[in-house]
């Protein structure tokens, strides 16, 4: 199937839900997947992005991973939604990227930054259980880079975790199912991350320690 061909098929269906245009997948309706790739493929190039920082890479993952979907479809049992299912084949696409390249590709966040996607958009007042010290917001594009180091510096797991609860809004159940952990990992791996990052961000001077903040309830 062309691309355009592919676009054109997922505006037609553009109002399907995930289950249904598996099903017309399934049927032998192979223009249905393009409603799937146009769905999810912005979404899942932003995570190989930020997993491998090289824009080159992260295509190639998104791309392997869809092909890899594609042809597994048939074995998609439905036990967790399409996009969970499809976001733990591009994550394991991209650490087997990572495993073959060793360089040390950066770049960074997409939008400047976990905050927000415009340079000028007010910084929100905590990321990851982070409280921001007032002054904060006269920096903002400093504060931003900080925030990106202060994540980086982070072990992958806690990294990828944290990235996956704060950026992508996932749920916890979420997280352990792409992750392939068990869910008390996950909130291991976020309570290590927080107060890792919040120390970090204390002891740059940008950020406010909260100890009434123990940690959300697992969702």
């Known amino acids: 199937m062309q691309q355009g061909d592919a676009t054109i098929a997922a505006a037609d269906l553009g109002g399907t839900s995930d289950e249904e245009a598996i099903r017309r997948v399934l049927a032998g309706d192979r223009d249905a997947f393009a409603v799937l790739v146009e769905r999810y493929q912005g979404r899942t190039f932003r995570l190989a992005l930020r997993v491998l920082r090289d824009e080159e890479s992260a295509r190639d993952a998104v791309q392997d991973a869809l092909l890899k979907a594609y042809s597994a479809l048939p074995r998609f049992r439905g036990r967790s939604s399409f996009y969970t299912w499809l976001y733990r084949l591009v994550m394991n696409q991209c650490l087997d990227l990572k ?3 060793k360089s040390d590709h950066h770049v ?14 007010p910084l929100p007042p905590e990321v ?9 917001s006269l920096m903002r594009q400093e504060l931003r880079q900080r925030i990106a180091e202060a994540i980086e510096r982070l072990p992958d797991g806690p990294r990828e975790t ?8 996932l749920s916890y159940a979420e997280i352990a199912e792409a992750q392939d952990i068990p869910k008390g990992t996950v909130m291991s ?17 940008v950020a406010t320690r909260d100890d009434e903040r123990v940690g959300e309830q697992p969702k």
Request: net charge negative.
């Open 99 to 101: 495993r073959r390249d």
């Open 108 to 121: 960074e966040w997409e939008d400047g930054g976990p905050g927000g996607s415009d340079a000028n958009m």
């Open 128 to 136: 990851g259980g982070v409280r921001f010290a007032p002054a904060a």
């Open 162 to 169: 944290l990235i996956l609860r704060e950026v992508d809004g």
């Open 189 to 205: 791996r976020l309570h290590y991350a927080r107060k890792q990052l919040q120390t970090d961000l204390i002891e740059m001077g």
